[in-house]
Each structure stands twice: as C-alpha cells, then as structure tokens.
C-alpha cells in the first residue's frame, strides 16, 4: 500500500492530448492562477475559440496577451475576454445572454472562478 501511495505521489498523471479543433470553450476566472494555466493548454490542444470570462476585463486583456508566450508554435485559436461578476445577477444575465446570441456553438464551460466563503449569504433575492 505505501509503495502505491508513494508511486502517486511522485508520479505526474498523463497530460491529455486530444485536438479541440473547431471546439468553443469558456473558463471563467482565468485571468489567473489555475484558470489561466487551464486556458493556455486549451490553446496548446489547438481549441478554435477560448473565452476567458472574468470580472475585470483589463486584467483578462492582460491574461490573454500572455497565453501566446508559452506555445512553441503559433496559435489558431480566437482569444475574447468577456466580463461576468457571479456576485450581480444581473451581470451573469448579461453574460448568458451574450453566449446565446453571440456564440454559433458552446462545448465546454470550465467554472474555475469562485469564492471562499465561512458563511451563507444570499445575494439579491
């Protein structure tokens, strides 16, 4: 048991490899952190359109311009930065309204952003 503790442990699981070609893609929060780490290897697996969806979109524009400094080859993949506060709901209305009228396919969302909270709180109803 200790050697197979031991073997997970030291041991990286396989980075996956499949083509995203012609896939839609949003992460939210990845304007950082694990969400931004997530949005460059979609860029690496070749996904065609990634939308980095964030609270402030300047540090979104500035997360965007540096995905293209890890690939080794020139990306194909359209970058957007879009705003959503998950804390205004009228801003996460706003925000599924402009996938559904802006958006000709959706994949996959990858809800990275969150919040750590000790206490419930119910916002805005």
């Known amino acids: 048991m200790s050697q197979s503790l031991r073997g997970q442990m030291l041991q990286s699981p396989a980075i996956p490899s ?4 012609g896939r839609t893609i949003i992460v939210t929060g990845a304007n950082s952190g694990l969400g931004l ?3 460059k290897h979609l860029v690496r ?3 065609s359109r990634l939308i980095i969806a964030c609270r402030d979109v300047n540090k979104g524009e500035s997360a965007k311009k540096t995905i293209p400094e890890t690939q080794s080859l020139p990306s194909n993949t359209a970058t957007e930065v879009w705003e959503i506060d998950q804390n205004d709901f ?4 706003s925000f599924g309204h402009r996938v559904s009228t802006q958006l000709d396919r959706l994949d996959a969302v990858i809800a990275n952003a969150g919040v750590d909270m000790t206490d419930f709180v119910l916002a805005e109803g």
């Open 18 to 21: 499949a083509n995203l070609l």
């Open 37 to 39: 780490d997530c949005a």
């Open 45 to 47: 697996l070749n996904v």
């Open 90 to 93: 009228e801003s996460v209305v």
